[in-house]
C-alpha cells in the first residue's frame, strides 16, 4: 500500500517501510500497533479492513491440529502467550478455527500493555493461570523472547526453528517434536 500510496517500486517501498520497523525496535508497543503504523505510513485503510485482506493467506502448519488435540486429551492446560496485538491473534485463532484447545489466550500487547521482554511478564501470565513458572512449558519461534526469558523465570522453554539451522538441545522444528519432548517429560 505504501509503494502505490507514494508511487515507488515495491522493492523501494518495503526496504523503507522495514527500516521504520527497524526503527522503532521489537521491544517498543509501537512495533506491534497496526493502527500506528497505518498513521505513520499515512495509508487510507483501517486496520480491520488491511487484516481481512490478508485472511486467506492464514494457515495452520500441518501437525498443529492434531498436536494441539493430543495435548489437550492428555489434559494438560493450553495457553497463548503472545506479542501480537489482539485483532492479530484473533484473527489467527479463528482462521485456523484453534480457539477451543486454549483455556487462555493473552494478547500481551492488547491486554496489558506489555512485552514479553521481562521475566515479570511471564510471572503475571503465572499468576493469572495460578501455575508455577516450574509448572509451565513454553514454545515459541523467537529465541529472546519465547526462549531467553521464560528460561530466567524458571520456565521449561524451547525455541521452535522450523528451518532446522538452530541445533541447540532446547529447538525443535515442529510442533510433533514439542509433543515428544511433553511425553519425555512427563
Not at 143 to 165: N, W, Y
Amino acid at each position: 500500500m505504501y509503494a502505490l500510496k507514494k508511487n515507488l517500486p515495491f522493492e523501494d517501498a518495503a526496504r523503507y517501510v522495514k527500516r521504520e520497523y527497524d526503527k522503532v525496535g521489537r521491544k517498543r508497543l509501537e512495533w506491534y500497533d497496526l493502527s500506528y503504523w497505518i498513521k505513520k505510513f499515512g495509508l487510507a485503510v483501517s486496520p480491520k479492513e488491511l487484516l481481512n485482506s490478508y485472511r486467506s493467506r492464514i494457515r495452520a502448519f500441518p501437525e498443529v491440529p492434531t498436536v494441539l488435540e493430543e495435548i489437550k486429551n492428555r489434559g494438560l492446560r493450553q495457553i497463548i502467550v503472545s506479542n501480537a496485538r489482539r485483532e492479530f491473534v484473533d484473527l489467527e485463532i479463528d482462521k485456523t478455527n484453534i480457539a477451543h484447545y486454549f483455556d487462555h489466550v493473552f494478547s500481551l500487547t492488547s491486554d496489558f500493555g506489555l512485552i514479553k521482554k521481562s521475566v515479570d511478564t511471564f510471572q503475571k501470565v503465572c499468576n493469572m493461570c495460578s501455575v508455577m513458572p516450574q509448572e509451565m512449558v513454553h514454545v515459541g519461534d523467537d529465541r529472546f523472547f519465547d526462549f531467553e526469558i521464560p528460561k530466567k523465570l524458571g520456565i521449561s522453554a524451547f525455541f521452535l526453528d522450523r528451518t532446522g539451522q538452530c541445533t541447540q538441545k532446547s529447538t525443535i522444528r515442529n510442533l510433533q517434536e514439542l509433543n515428544e519432548r511433553l511425553l519425555s517429560l512427563g
